[in-house]
């Protein structure tokens, strides 16, 4: 469940080549989730790591996490918007 969450998200995600040739990269709806690298394949790898950071913490902290629920067959379990 979470690696479909994380894959969904990561194919949200935006990357801006820089002045000075590294890649900025960001998902739009989950504020805080960003990263930079001197390529995009270590701008992508940076970013899968920093949202996994950031679930980790939002999980820790009992916070809401955008877009992610528990479903249990078509009924919803838990919802979290």
Do not use: T
Request: net charge positive; with cysteine.
């Amino acid at each position: 469940m979470l690696s479909q969450y994380i894959e969904k998200k990561l194919k949200n995600a935006r990357y801006k080549l820089l002045k000075d040739g590294g890649y900025f990269g960001e998902i739009p709806e989950l504020r805080g989730v960003w990263a930079n690298a001197k390529n995009l394949e270590d701008c992508r790898g940076e970013l899968r790591e920093v949202l996994e950071d950031w679930l980790l913490l939002k999980v820790r902290d009992r916070e809401e996490i955008p877009g992610f629920g528990i479903k249990i067959g078509r009924r919803e379990f838990a919802k979290h918007a």
